[in-house]
């Protein structure tokens, strides 16, 4: 991420996420795009990534590692 990209904040509903290896998984796709949170115990994901990362590339990296994922207005 470029220091003056504008970003923006999404946060996710990840299915399928049963113990800290899987949100392990899960954080290492989407630090690919940026900043990631992922909380287990409530099956979320918060990502601060740049402006032009698209709804469908977060949801192909976490579906490439096996979980299924929403966003959650």
């Known amino acids: 991420m470029g220091l003056f990209e504008k970003k923006k904040t999404v946060r996710l509903k990840i299915g399928g996420m049963h ?3 899987c949100a392990a998984k899960v954080e290492s796709a989407l630090k690919s795009f ?3 949170d992922v909380d287990i115990k409530l099956g979320r994901a918060t990502l601060v990534c740049p402006e032009k990362v698209t709804a469908t590339e977060i949801k192909a990296a976490v579906e490439a590692v096996g979980f ?3 966003a959650i207005q």
Do not use: L
Request: hydrophobic share 10%; glycine share 12%.
């Open 19 to 21: 113990c800290e290896k």
């Open 34 to 36: 940026g900043k990631a």
């Open 68 to 70: 299924t994922c929403d």
